[in-house]
């Protein structure tokens, strides 16, 4: 079937606009995440849907950072007047959820983000 | 919180050498650990798990033991391929109802013929 999908797969931005990136998980997984992939910090985790509610946002970065998921499905990650700083490959998972386990993740094959 | 620390790389062996990739942890309670391998233009896949103590992982001739006494998930190959080339992350999950990865910053491996 098919996997976790990314849109674009490249973005490349001028410093101060805004930008939206989006995730197609596997049909099916409730659980939702975004990581960030950059040089200098490795790899990030962002934010956690369960459904189209996200109960763990830790890792959004600031306030110019915000994600939602609509219908169970599709999760877009916008992020507000872009720094330089905020280049980076932008990576969504999914996995099934079933209290009281862990399932592995499914990664998509990421956004890479250069603000210019 | 929760880390993860691995070996720098680049590691670079030749064709039919032993791999080992160092990887120990800290974190609350009982972590499930994991290595993930992300090949040259390709997105991050599960290479590896284990989600207790003394559990070994294995796939591709890769295997990794939860050591909960040292606090490692060493990752290991007896024989490695110039195919084995990539990036291998080794990452934690602490089991709170669900699976955040926390990330080692990842070990590049290049294998030469």
């Known amino acids: 079937g098919a996997g976790v999908s990314q849109s674009p797969s490249n973005k490349v931005t001028e410093k101060g606009k805004d930008v939206e990136l989006r995730c197609d998980p596997i049909?099916?997984?409730?659980?939702l995440y975004w990581y960030r992939q950059s040089l200098g910090q490795g790899l990030e985790f962002l934010i956690y849907?369960?459904?189209?509610?996200?109960?763990?946002k830790s890792g959004l970065p600031s306030d110019r950072f915000s994600a939602e998921r609509t219908g169970g499905s599709v999760s877009t990650l916008t992020i507000q007047r872009t720094q330089q700083e905020d280049s980076a490959v932008y990576l969504c998972?999914?996995?099934?959820?079933?209290?009281?386990?862990?399932?592995?993740?499914?990664f998509g094959p990421g956004t890479r983000l250069t603000v210019l | 919180g929760d880390s993860v620390t691995q070996m720098e790389g680049p590691v670079t062996l030749s064709e039919e050498a032993f791999l080992t990739i160092n990887c120990t942890y800290t974190a609350t309670g009982y972590p499930s650990l994991f290595w993930y391998v992300q090949y040259p233009g390709e997105g991050l896949q599960l290479l590896l798990k284990?989600?207790?103590?003394?559990d070994k992982g294995s796939n591709k001739g890769f295997e990794a033991t939860y050591r909960k006494e040292t606090t490692s998930f060493h990752l290991e190959k007896g024989s490695v391929q110039v195919s084995d080339s990539a990036v291998y992350f080794c990452?934690?999950?602490?089991?709170?109802?669900?699976?955040?990865?926390?990330f080692g910053k990842g070990t590049m491996l290049l294998v030469s013929p």
């Open positions: 284990a989600t207790k103590a003394d």
């Open positions: 998972a999914s996995s099934p959820f079933v209290a009281g386990t862990t399932h592995e993740q499914f």
């Open positions: 990452a934690l999950s602490s089991n709170s109802g669900y699976s955040t990865l926390t």
């Open positions: 849907f369960q459904g189209n509610s996200a109960p763990d």
């Open positions: 049909s099916g997984h409730t659980a």
